[in-house]
Nanobody, 121 residues
Framework: QVQLVESGGGLVQAGGSLRLSCTAS????????MAWFRQAPGKEREFVAS????????NYADSVKGRFTINRDNAKNMVFLQMNSLKPEDTAVYYC??????????????WGQGTQVTVSS
């Protein structure tokens, strides 16, 4: 089983940027498609972005398309989420997930503990 640890969250003003990192251990990350999800208070966990094992294919939620970029460095066992032009509605706990490129959270069998992103207006 792969273990995932997210980092890079924090407090940022609207219009700012953050870069989230997800570090994997236990298994070689290159074997897995990866994704980022987020969950705001009182809401269900929602898909943000996914990437295939090689990084040659990505998928984004409409709400973040053009602002967020997912990429990966298999040599370092890491996945990243570059978030630009942040909006208050992006405020959530962001989770890294492994095992699928699906938009459905139930398809993933490994999750990190999450990192808080707060965007002030």
């Amino acid at each position: 089983q792969v273990q995932l640890v997210e980092s890079g969250g924090g407090l940022v003003q609207a219009g700012g940027s953050l870069r989230l990192s997800c570090t994997a251990s236990g298994r070689t990350l290159s074997n897995y498609p990866m994704a980022w999800f987020r969950q705001a208070p009182g809401k269900e966990r929602e898909f943000v972005a996914s990437i295939n094992w090689s990084g040659g294919w990505t998928n984004y939620a409409d709400s973040v398309k053009g602002r967020f970029t997912i990429n990966r460095d298999n040599a370092k066992n890491m996945v990243f989420l570059q978030m630009n032009s942040l909006k208050p509605e992006d405020t959530a706990v962001y989770y890294c997930a492994a095992g699928s490129a699906s938009t459905e959270a139930s398809r993933y069998n490994a999750w990190g503990q999450g990192t808080q992103v707060t965007v002030s207006s």
